[in-house]
């Protein structure tokens, strides 16, 4: 079993900044992709931003020059820096991560349970 835990939720004020953390655990080969994604209430999950095992990143308009992702892949950790927050990006973050358990076996997506950030405006 795979486990993704994210942490560094919580509430700010408006041109604020936070920075969550996603750490993975389990039985774990190796992870391709990992990623942050949001669901702001009323709204589908959308995609915030994504970095590759090359650290090729991908980022959402909405986000671009102000969201940093990175990734610490000894830990199979992912960080996603947030400044300058603005009320719309209240919202759960998710992480997902691509995971091969095994070499035999294709990279299978994983979630984590998600983080609440809340931006006062």
């Known amino acids: 079993q795979v486990q993704l835990v994210e942490s560094g939720g919580g509430l700010v004020q408006a041109g604020g900044s936070l920075r969550l953390s996603c750490a993975a655990s389990g039985s774990i080969f190796s992870i391709n992709a990992m990623g942050w994604y949001r669901q702001a209430p009323g709204k589908q999950r959308e995609l915030v931003a994504s970095?590759?095992?090359?650290?090729?990143?991908n980022y959402a308009d909405s986000v671009k020059g102000r969201f940093t992702i990175s990734r610490a892949n000894a830990k199979n950790t992912v960080y996603l820096q947030m400044n300058s927050l603005k009320s719309e990006d209240t919202a759960v973050y998710y992480c997902?991560?691509?995971?091969?358990?095994?070499?035999?076996?294709?990279?299978?997506?994983?979630w984590g349970l998600g983080t609440l950030v809340t931006v006062s405006s």
């Open positions: 970095i590759t095992s090359g650290v090729k990143t």
């Open positions: 997902n991560a691509e995971v091969r358990v095994t070499p035999a076996i294709r990279g299978m997506d994983y």
